[in-house]
């Protein structure tokens, strides 16, 4: 198939089975029946996640700049109709990723601030 083909969301929702794994991400339709028992997630989380718009579910986990280039390899086209953004180079979902890692920083910050303010105000 061509990475350049059009599918409509009807059309990806039939591809949800063990055998038959399509999911969407970023507006790309990607065929990852092959790649199920790859997955370091495992296989269940990719079949949760088949025949349907997964972009939510895969920017929730941190996803490395590297697997963003594998999905690629499983990309057989577009769905018809989307104008949203492109799958960014590198992830910013979950508390892993992005904006997530400041947190293991500001929480103990924070602690200290409140340890210190109690000490001197109690």
Same mark, same amino acid.
């Given at each position: 198939m061509a990475a350049n083909k059009m #599918?409509? *969301? $009807? $059309?990806? =929702? %039939?591809?949800? =089975? $063990?055998?038959?794994?399509? *999911? !969407? %991400? #970023?507006? =790309? !339709? #990607?065929? !990852?029946?092959q790649f199920k028992d790859d997955h370091p997630g495992g296989p269940e989380i990719m079949l949760d996640n088949s025949g349907q718009d997964a972009t939510e579910a895969f920017e929730e986990v941190f996803h490395s700049e590297t697997a963003r280039k594998q999905v690629t390899e499983y990309c057989i086209g577009s769905v018809e109709g989307y104008t949203g953004p492109e799958m960014p180079a590198s992830g910013g979902g979950g508390a892993a990723g992005g904006g997530g890692g400041n947190m293991v920083f500001l929480i103990p910050v924070v602690l200290i601030i409140l340890g210190l303010l109690y000490k001197n105000f109690a």
């Amino acid at each position: 198939m061509a990475a350049n083909k059009m #599918y409509s *969301m $009807e $059309e990806i =929702k %039939l591809h949800n =089975k $063990e055998d038959d794994m399509w *999911m !969407v %991400l #970023y507006g =790309k !339709v #990607y065929n !990852v029946t092959q790649f199920k028992d790859d997955h370091p997630g495992g296989p269940e989380i990719m079949l949760d996640n088949s025949g349907q718009d997964a972009t939510e579910a895969f920017e929730e986990v941190f996803h490395s700049e590297t697997a963003r280039k594998q999905v690629t390899e499983y990309c057989i086209g577009s769905v018809e109709g989307y104008t949203g953004p492109e799958m960014p180079a590198s992830g910013g979902g979950g508390a892993a990723g992005g904006g997530g890692g400041n947190m293991v920083f500001l929480i103990p910050v924070v602690l200290i601030i409140l340890g210190l303010l109690y000490k001197n105000f109690a």
